[in-house]
Each structure stands twice: as structure tokens, then as C-alpha cells.
């Protein structure tokens, strides 16, 4: 399972030594707390399973879905939507993905555009509310990427005229 951002132990031998001297403390047993109000001993679960964040043991919710990271943020990807360009971009609806101390969720139906352009070189990627938010923050990203490529072909008999 991957890691809370939330997490207080920042790496795994760190977070498994308290977990350890947690479990062996005898003078009260250490609990574990679920997102469903559930509270269970900490040596019920795995310490894969589990987070300290908050001063509390939290049981992490695994999270099922695949992420597909969008500048910056991650996103749960729907059904691609059944709109065609002539650019080529897909666009899929998404939910973007939060964490809280019981790891990652979505919530709601999806709320966001994302759209997707793969070309020989990779996929790109962007987002928004709407889809010509996304299309034009993913043309954004192809011209800053493609842009002297396309000075080149798009500005041929002007670069010549410069050139006399």
C-alpha cells in the first residue's frame, strides 16, 4: 500500500519501530482507528496496514482505482466521453482524488474534464471544469512543447522575408 502523505513517521523503518515498541507497550494496549468509527487493537493489523497521523494508529482504506496523475494533481478516470475533434484529444469525465488520514477517496460523481494527446514522443495530458477548459489548457501544453516546430512550419516565408 503506498504511503499517507498525512503520515508522521516519514519512512518505513521509522514508522515500524513505533509500531513495534506501540504493540509491545504493556501497560495499555495501543488502538487502531478505522474511517468507519471502528477501533481495533494495533496488533490486529498489519503495519503495512496502518498510519500514525494525528497522534492516533489509523487503518489506511485501500484504494482500488488507478490514478492517473494530471500536472500536478490525480485524477480517477471515467468512461472516455463521446466527443470527437478534429484535434485527436480524448476526454474522459474525473474525479480528482483527496487523502485524508485513512488514505485516498473520491467522492461524488465526477466533476472535472480531462483530456488526453499521445503522439510519438509521449501522452499529455490536462484538465478542467469544462471541455474547452481542458482542450485549451492541453493546446497550451502542445504549443509551449511543439512550439518551434511550429514556428518552423507555420512561418516558413516569414523567417525567409527576415532573412533578406
Same mark, same amino acid.
Given at each position: 500500500?503506498? &504511503?499517507?502523505?498525512? *503520515? ?5 523503518? /521509522?514508522? /515500524?519501530?513505533?509500531?513495534?515498541? *506501540?504493540? !509491545?507497550?504493556?501497560?495499555? +494496549?495501543?488502538?487502531?482507528?478505522? &474511517?468507519?468509527?471502528? $477501533? ?12 500514525? $497521523?494525528?497522534?492516533?494508529?489509523? @487503518? +489506511? ?8 496523475? @494530471?500536472?500536478?494533481? +490525480? ?8 466527443? &470527437? ?6 476526454? #474522459?469525465?474525473?474525479? !480528482? @482524488?483527496?487523502?485524508? =488520514? #485513512? ?9 472535472? $474534464? ?9 501522452? #499529455?495530458?490536462? #484538465?478542467?471544469?469544462?471541455? /474547452?477548459?481542458?482542450? *485549451?489548457? !492541453? ?15 507555420? =512561418?516558413?516565408? +516569414?523567417?525567409? &522575408?527576415?532573412?533578406?
Amino acid at each position: 500500500m503506498t &504511503r499517507n502523505k498525512l *503520515a508522521t513517521h516519514k519512512t518505513i523503518a /521509522e514508522k /515500524e519501530r513505533a509500531y513495534n515498541a *506501540a504493540i !509491545l507497550d504493556s501497560k495499555h +494496549q495501543t488502538m487502531a482507528y478505522s &474511517r468507519d468509527g471502528t $477501533i481495533a487493537p494495533l496488533a490486529n493489523f498489519a503495519v503495512s496496514d496502518v498510519e500514525f $497521523i494525528g497522534g492516533l494508529w489509523r @487503518v +489506511q482504506t485501500p484504494f482500488i482505482h488507478k490514478i492517473q496523475d @494530471v500536472r500536478d494533481k +490525480q485524477f480517477v478516470l471515467n468512461t472516455p466521453l463521446p466527443h &470527437r475533434e478534429k484535434n485527436h484529444f480524448e476526454f #474522459y469525465s474525473a474525479w !480528482l @482524488v483527496s487523502e485524508n =488520514c #485513512y488514505g485516498k477517496y473520491i467522492s461524488g460523481s465526477p466533476k472535472y $474534464i480531462v483530456a488526453k494527446y499521445t503522439t510519438d514522443h509521449g501522452t #499529455y495530458w490536462s #484538465y478542467g471544469d469544462t471541455i /474547452e477548459q481542458a482542450r *485549451a489548457f !492541453l493546446g497550451i501544453r502542445l504549443y509551449d512543447e511543439y512550439m518551434d516546430l511550429i514556428h518552423a512550419h507555420a =512561418c516558413k516565408k +516569414q523567417l525567409s &522575408r527576415q532573412k533578406k
